[in-house]
T-cell receptor, first 114, second 113 residues
Framework: DGGITQSPKYLFRKEGQNVTLSCEQN?????MYWYRQDPGQGLRLIYY???????QKGDIAEGYSVSREKKESFPLTVTSAQKNPTAFYLC?????????????FGPGTRLTVT | AQSVTQLGSHVSVSEGALVLLRCNYS??????LFWYVQYPNQGLQLLLK??????LVKGINGFEAEFKKSETSFHLTKPSAHMSDAAEYFC???????????FGAGTRLFVKA
């Protein structure tokens, strides 16, 4: 079955530690995205990538970093510089052209930093 | 710049009643439009999409939405609410010439027994 996987589902870290969230897709999509979701709020775009080895900052990129070394993978690192990292993180992917540009989402990773 | 507005952060209906979730967009040209549903602690799932074909779009779980260009609206409806419809719903817009998607703030639907 094609889809997007995120791991782990729940992640706990101590303040001051960097942590990397995994995102893998086998949908052959060119574009991948990372969103942050806080309680009662919508989706905020952190980073996105349209092609391998290239990515752009979204609306709230400070304190985060990404890489896109393979088409299938788009890991997100939450650095110690992120002031309030506790949140629900969603990864998504999509085509970049044509009429099928809807985004497909992974199940999410809930990060708790104490 | 494109934007999307969802009227009402919370909507409450009785089981069996009509569900109406409102979405308005702003765009210089008709964009692609989407409705997504999110259940607690899960990712978003596509309910339906408008891509300039039929203006009345049918989706999964009995939902449908109508694209009205004159009103720049794309409201989501379901004739009869079920308890399992309780979730958060997001309207989204994507330009026909681009690929980034703009999401609305979401509407949480409560279904009362």
């Amino acid at each position: 079955d094609g889809g997007i996987t995120q791991s782990p589902k729940y992640l706990f870290r101590k303040e001051g530690q960097n942590v990397t969230l995994s995102c893998e897709q086998n949908l052959n999509h060119d574009a991948m995205y990372w969103y942050r979701q806080d309680p009662g709020q919508g989706l905020r775009l952190i980073y996105y990538s349209q092609i391998v080895n290239d990515f752009q900052k979204g609306d709230i990129a400070e304190g985060y970093s990404v890489s896109r070394e393979k088409k299938e993978s788009f890991p997100l690192t939450v650095t110690s510089a992120q002031k309030n990292p506790t949140a629900f993180y969603l990864c998504a992917s999509s085509h970049v052209s044509g009429s099928s540009k809807e985004q497909y989402f992974g199940p999410g990773t809930r990060l708790t930093v104490t | 710049a494109q934007s999307v507005t969802q009227l009402g952060s919370h909507v409450s209906v009785s089981e069996g009643a009509l569900v109406l979730l409102r979405c308005n967009y702003s765009s210089s040209v008709p964009p692609y439009l989407f409705w997504y549903v999110q259940y607690p602690n899960q990712g978003l799932q596509l309910l339906l999409k408008y891509t300039s074909a039929a203006t009345l779009v049918k989706g999964i779980n009995g939902f449908e939405a109508e694209f009205k260009k004159s009103e720049t609206s794309f409201h989501l409806t379901k004739p009869s609410a079920h308890m399992s419809d309780a979730a958060e719903y997001f309207c989204a817009v994507s330009p026909t010439g681009g690929f980034k998607t703009i999401f609305g703030a979401g509407t949480r639907l409560f279904v009362k027994a």
